[in-house]
């Protein structure tokens, strides 16, 4: 059970969008929509942004935007605000009830 | 919304057992399925395992052979106990509530720093 791979770091301008990538095997994020991603402030506890691939709890901004191709997963964030600065991971079911995250990607607001 | 607080030692010495306990706030214990994940200081999230209020457990292959997760319902309380620690086992500890709806982790507490060392 090996972690799924980020980008160790990516930046953008306010107003601009940026995708994450999360890429997996076809033993986790290849086989399962089971994909979710949380955004960690330094400090803070991470929070839920995304699951099920492509849906929003309650509460967050339509702005954060989740897809799957095959054994890779992304996250969108269109208009990029200061707010959105912070830790990144994504995570998916790796069959036999058992869960592996993403190295985690820092995001930069410039 | 449920509130979860961890508690336990912040130091504990190597070889021996890492012991944290997570207090659920309004005694949903018995419906979900309660999750460890941790954190090793600069570094990314891993998951250590969950269980289930009926009391089934599912954990991480890499630490199973030394984790005991449970729960007691009657305190609102779920534990986690993971022996013969070493420095690696250092991290923030959270306890989450998992949506198994969702599948996905819904619900984190603030975490808690536990520092192996002698």
């Known amino acids: 059970q090996s972690a799924l791979t980020q980008p160790a770091s990516v930046s953008g301008s306010p107003g601009q969008s940026i995708t994450i990538s999360c890429t997996g095997t076809?033993?986790?994020?290849?086989?399962?929509?089971?994909v979710s991603w949380y955004q960690q402030h330094p400090g803070k506890a991470p929070k839920l942004m995304i699951y099920?691939?492509?849906k929003w709890p309650s509460g967050v901004s339509d702005r954060f935007s989740g897809s799957k191709s095959g054994n890779m997963a992304s996250l969108t964030i269109s208009g990029l605000q200061a707010e959105d600065e912070a830790d990144y991971y994504c995570?998916?079911?790796?069959?036999?009830?058992?869960?592996?995250f993403g190295g985690g990607t820092k995001l930069t607001v410039l | 919304q449920v509130q979860l607080q961890e508690s336990g030692p912040g130091l504990v010495k190597p070889s021996e057992t890492l012991s944290l306990t997570c207090t659920v706030s309004?005694?949903?214990?018995?419906?979900?399925?309660w999750s460890w994940i941790r954190q090793p200081p600069g570094k990314g999230l891993e998951w250590i395992g969950y269980?289930?209020?009926?009391?089934?457990?599912h954990y991480n292959p890499s630490l199973k052979s030394r984790l005991t997760i449970s729960l007691d319902t009657s305190e609102n309380q779920v534990s986690l106990r993971l022996n013969s620690v070493t420095a690696a086992d250092t991290a923030v500890y959270y306890c989450?509530?998992?949506?198994?709806?969702?599948?996905?982790?819904?619900?984190w507490g603030q975490g808690s720093l536990v520092t192996v060392s002698s």
């Open positions: 269980i289930y209020y009926s009391g089934s457990t």
């Open positions: 989450v509530r998992y949506s198994s709806s969702w599948y996905a982790f819904r619900y």
């Open positions: 309004d005694g949903s214990i018995s419906s979900y399925y």
């Open positions: 995570c998916s079911y790796a069959g036999s009830s058992t869960w592996v």
């Open positions: 099920e691939v492509t």
């Open positions: 076809s033993s986790d994020v290849g086989s399962y929509d089971r």
